[in-house]
């Protein structure tokens, strides 16, 4: 039994608008479609509102240059490869502005997933620091494989592949000295090619000055609760050398996260060492600008980040007491890790008649290192022959000379050039844009497994000689071209057509040693290729100036892999599979959407909302083997996403503008996959595996009133950010299946609370900030080594953090 209730009140004139929303949901599907009913009956009440606020001239004779109004702005954004404002782009797009970046504290890809709805972060609390970040969008979301949201800084994709026995996910870079953040919801295939399956996420940068020197300084000092403090400090400076030839632009910034967990002594409970989980960044950039001449411009540019976790931040839950801040890592060894990579490239922009064409070259270089302690895990999957001896249990050891390091490396080189011609007529009724692109990335990530207790007392081999050695090469190549083309059929409504095709090549190698190495595969390689085709077709309506609904059908994808062989050990009964599983292909998603975006009132109000359903087809599936731990991928899944985003932003006064963002995903399963004799999924389970799934539900909101201080201005601010648990039901869930684990629940529902006050003082910006305001502290991605364990480890929020900021632009 499940079912919703609306109730829409709306007084054209006075602009009295109550939307109430009431719903009440079971793990049925039946919601589901009442749901959408009532996003699409939105979007169309959203159209009939612009047309009235246009038709009955409502705002006319405001004083839209008045000093007091705070006029909601609009952001220029280049999700369709041209500058545009974002109100006229016909995709579900959220655009974040250096001036909401601020606001809100937005500084990591973590932080945007938190302020926008639709987008999942996902970490993992298991042994190690966090460096396997996922982010999915609109539940399109895979812990293997190439990545199913694209990350791209500027024009440069810069995400990588996850591969076997890999612990490292996509990088992802820092927010300091941004032009603005573009989240572009669905899939983004024709333009941006391979790895924008769900959508994309994009960081531009600002240009060099060449007309005015431009410069920024900002600090922040804060403390959090039951924890060490932190602090950040970074500069920015630009303008030009030779007016309107020659400008520059560069930054510097460095931050330290003071830690709140503490690593202690399992056997004894006392600090090894306080607030250990700390991390350190620093994000370097420099761009020169030259124009020759007015219809060439040569922007060469770097960017560079590090960032060093110094320990993990996962607790044990046996151990700590989260209602007191007091939360304990029981390792017996620190888990640091570097995670650093730099970006050169070269963008040219020239412009030759009615068209502009551009050449990105870019090279991108990553580099780091991991150690992970894998003790409890190693205990126990080997308990059950040799125990550390703790009466505990087989997972829990005796002494610190039973600890069990992993340590993984990467490093990552890749080459991308991109050419592409546009037209740059705006009121054309023919707009197009046509290009190429090529990539080409190499890959190595080696992975050593230590076990000085299993090595000697097991095995019967030196302690200093690994378990197991492995390293796996891949390489990457796609070739791709691209066209799109907007057709204005009648003055409101145009007609979009995309299509991209490419070329893709992935090829690895690898080498393995060590006792638990498979003596078949001591080298083994593999090679995998194909030529997809994604096609997009879309109609843009513009019913006033202030209106636009539009419908979108397009293709997304990621590229598929060859499969290393197994067993990787050999197991009691062996391996059903004594030969290397063939390649898997790459995956793919349709999507339908239904959207429309809206300004009101001279700006004032701002209504966007969309409905879309995704048809995700031959997913890259994890395949385990019951009798033996091992497994590879295969395209053997299907599965459908649906739901509505819907953001409101009004500005009720000159003083008091509130706004709010709801966001629905029902994301599951639709084809029942067996393998080895065990269901793998079923049809109706909620995509991911716990604790690795998506919340249905993420809604947040704010309140900001500004004032003046004498010849000054002020404002406070307060937001709140809601996740949802999945009710699922879950493929984890299913007795006798190698995934069982029934004591790993879902993410509990939780909600976060921040409080901002900032006074602005000519140039200078000072603000007082209290993050986590009620303190939340919801035990998050659960973790246990193995069914039996009953070592559990969790994440959570950072606790209260009170804050100062200070920031000077010139």
Aim: glycine share 10%; hydrophobic share 35%; net charge negative.
């Amino acid at each position: 039994m499940c079912y919703l209730v609306a109730t829409v009140k709306v007084q054209t004139f006075a602009w009295n608008i109550r939307l109430g929303l009431h719903p009440i949901l079971n793990s049925d599907k039946c919601g589901t479609h009442q749901l959408s009913r009532v996003a699409i009956a939105s979007i169309l009440l959203m159209g009939h509102l612009a047309v009235a606020d246009q038709a009955l001239g409502v705002g006319e004779g405001r004083n839209s240059t008045d000093e007091t109004s705070d006029v909601l702005q609009e952001i220029v954004v280049s999700a369709t490869r041209r500058n545009e404002e974002e109100s006229k782009v016909p995709i579900s797009i959220v655009a974040l502005d250096p001036e909401a970046l601020s606001t809100s504290g937005i500084k990591s890809i973590s932080d945007v997933a938190s302020h926008v709805p639709g987008i999942e972060y996902d970490t993992s609390s298991g042994f190690g620091p966090n460096t396997n970040a996922n982010v999915a969008i609109r539940g399109v979301n895979s812990n293997i494989g190439t990545s199913t949201t694209g990350i791209y800084l500027d024009d440069v994709p810069i995400q990588t592949r996850i591969v076997a026995l890999s612990n490292w996910g996509n990088p992802f870079p820092l927010l300091f000295d941004v032009e603005r953040v573009e989240v572009e919801r669905g899939p983004q295939g024709t333009l941006f090619g391979a790895g924008a399956e769900g959508g994309a996420i994009r960081l531009i940068s600002p240009d060099p000055g060449y007309k005015t020197y431009t410069a920024m300084a900002h600090v922040e000092l804060a403390t959090t609760q039951g924890g060490a403090p932190s602090y950040e400090g970074g500069i920015a400076v630009g303008g030009p050398l030779l007016a309107d030839t020659v400008g520059f632009r560069v930054s510097a910034w460095g931050r330290q996260d003071g830690g709140y967990v503490d690593r202690v002594n399992p056997f004894t409970n006392g600090t090894v060492e306080a607030d250990s989980n700390s991390t350190r960044s620093y994000v370097l950039r420099g761009v020169l600008g030259f124009r020759p001449s007015t219809a060439i411009t040569i922007t060469p540019s770097i960017f560079s980040q590090g960032i060093r976790y110094n320990d993990s931040g996962a607790y044990f839950e046996y151990l700590s007491n989260p209602a007191r801040n007091d939360y304990e890592n029981g390792r017996l060894l620190q888990q640091p890790a570097t995670d650093n990579f730099y970006l050169p490239s070269l963008n040219i922009e020239g412009i030759l008649g009615n068209a502009n064409i551009t050449s990105i070259t870019a090279y991108f270089h990553r580099w780091g290192n991991l150690t992970q302690d894998a003790t409890s895990y190693n205990g126990a999957i080997l308990g059950p022959y040799l125990s550390y001896g703790n009466p505990l249990g087989p997972e829990y050891p005796a002494r610190y000379t039973d600890a069990g390091p992993i340590y993984n490396e990467t490093k990552v080189n890749l080459f991308t050039q991109e050419i592409r011609v546009s037209s740059n007529e705006a009121s054309a009724r023919l707009r197009w844009t046509v290009g190429a692109f090529y990539s080409q990335s190499s890959q190595t990530d080696t992975l050593t497994v230590m076990s000085p207790f299993y090595a000697v007392n097991l095995l019967g081999i030196p302690a200093t000689d690994p378990f197991l050695y492995s390293q796996i090469n891949s390489r990457d190549t796609q070739i791709a071209v691209f066209a799109q083309i907007d057709y204005r059929i009648a003055p409101p409504l145009t007609l979009t057509l995309g299509g991209r095709v490419s070329h893709n090549v992935a090829r690895f190698t690898q080498a393995q040693s060590g006792p638990v190495a498979s003596a078949e595969f001591p080298n083994a390689s593999g090679e995998q290729s194909e030529t997809p085709f994604i096609p997009k077709v879309g109609l843009a309506y513009r019913a006033t100036a202030s209106n636009l609904v539009y419908l979108s059908v397009s293709k997304g994808y990621r590229v598929g892999g060859a499969n290393q062989p197994i067993p990787l050990a050999p197991a009691p009964g062996g391996c059903p599979l004594s030969e290397q599983p063939p390649p898997f292909s790459s995956d793919s998603v349709w999507s339908y959407e239904l959207g429309s975006k809206n300004r009101l009132r001279d700006g004032r109000v701002r209504l966007d909302g969309d409905v879309f359903f995704v048809d995700w087809r031959n997913i890259q599936q994890a395949l385990y083997f019951t009798s033996c731990a091992s497994g590879f991928i295969a395209n053997t899944g299907s599965a459908t996403t649906r739901g509505f985003d819907l953001l409101g932003d009004v500005e009720l006064t000159d003083r008091l503008t509130v706004g709010a963002s709801v966001s629905y995903v029902d994301a599951y399963i639709s084809k029942t996959v067996t393998f080895d004799g065990a269901t793998v999924v079923q049809a109706g389970d909620a995509i991911g595996t716990l604790p690795w799934v998506g919340s249905p539900w993420n809604i947040s909101g704010y309140a900001q009133y500004g004032f003046p201080v004498g010849s000054d201005r002020a404002y406070a601010r307060i937001e709140t950010f809601y996740s949802s648990k999945n009710p699922g039901p879950f493929n984890s869930l299913i007795p006798g299946t190698p995934l069982y684990a029934p004591d790993l629940p879902a993410n509990p529902a939780y909600n976060r609370l921040d409080a901002r006050f900032d006074w602005q003082h000519s140039s200078l910006d000072l603000a007082l900030f209290v993050n986590n305001l009620t303190n939340s502290h919801p035990a998050l991605y659960r973790y246990q080594d193995s069914v039996s364990s009953t070592i559990f480890t969790d994440t959570t929020l950072r606790p209260r953090t009170f804050g100062f900021t200070a920031t000077y632009k010139l």
